[in-house]
Nanobody, 111 residues
Framework: QVQLVESGGGSVQAGGSLRLSCAGSGIIFNGNGVGWWRQAPGKSRESVASISGDERTNYADSVKGRFTISRDNAENTVYLQMNSLKPEDTGVYYC?????WGRGTQVTVSS
């Protein structure tokens, strides 16, 4: 059974940092593309960052220079380090690989 489980969300003030984790079970991240998406209240889900099977990374313009995606193959976990957080970063953050999605973790940034 495939499971993607996100963690690390929370409430922070603007300018703060959070590190999200996505742990996979029944699925191997190594060599595969994994992405982080988010959904703000009343808005569509949008791609935030991705890491390809050969470790190339891609970021939404809105988070470039502030967010970093990485993976630990030994732990089968993908991370999203989020710095200099802004209120507009508020939303539910999801991890995805192929057609599988986690349930998300809430990030709230207050001004």
């Amino acid at each position: 059974q495939v499971q993607l489980v996100e963690s690390g969300g929370g409430s922070v003030q603007a300018g703060g940092s959070l590190r999200l984790s996505c742990a996979g079970s029944g699925i191997i991240f190594n060599g595969n593309g994994v992405g982080w998406w988010r959904q703000a209240p009343g808005k569509s889900r949008e791609s935030v960052a991705s890491i390809s099977g050969d470790e190339r990374t891609n970021y939404a313009d809105s988070v470039k220079g502030r967010f970093t995606i990485s993976r630990d193959n030994a732990e089968n976990t993908v991370y999203l380090q989020m710095n200099s957080l802004k209120p507009e970063d508020t939303g539910v953050y999801y991890c995805t690989m192929w057609s599988f999605w986690g349930r998300g973790t809430q990030v709230t940034v207050s001004s």
